[in-house]
Nanobody
Framework: QLQLVESGGGLVQPGGSLRLSCAAS????????IGWFRQAPGKDREGVSC????????LYQDSVKGRFIITRDNTKNTVDLQMNSLKPEDTATYYC??????????????????WGQGTQVTVSS
């Protein structure tokens, strides 16, 4: 099974930036989407952004559009999430995940087969 490891979380002040990275053991086994998800205490896990491994098309949750950017690097087997203009409401544990098939990469969370262990992002002054 695909192994995913997130890194890059931490504590940042409102308005600051963080770059999360998702490193995969490999992306060559037919995984078609990589997604970033987050879960705040007491809340459901939600999709933040996802990227197609075929054509690099992307989707973003409305609340992060214009602030977050998802990119992939096939040579390094990584998918990064650049997070700018961070807000306290962005505080959560962030996870990356991979799926071989999904019709809506941002909302069909149950379709994702492989998950990382998560990295904590805290936005606070």
């Amino acid at each position: 099974q695909l192994q995913l490891v997130e890194s890059g979380g931490g504590l940042v002040q409102p308005g600051g930036s963080l770059r999360l990275s998702c490193a995969a053991s490999e992306f060559t086994r037919g995984y078609v989407f990589i997604g970033w998800f987050r879960q705040a205490p007491g809340k459901d896990r939600e999709g933040v952004s996802c990227i197609s491994m075929r054509d690099s098309s992307t989707l973003y949750q409305d609340s992060v559009k214009g602030r977050f950017i998802i990119t992939r690097d096939n040579t390094k087997n990584t998918v990064d999430l650049q997070m700018n203009s961070l807000k306290p409401e962005d505080t959560a544990t962030y996870y990356c995940a991979a799926t071989r098939w999904v019709s809506s990469c941002l909302t069909q969370i149950s379709s994702y087969e492989s998950w990382g262990q998560g990295t904590q992002v805290t936005v606070s002054s």
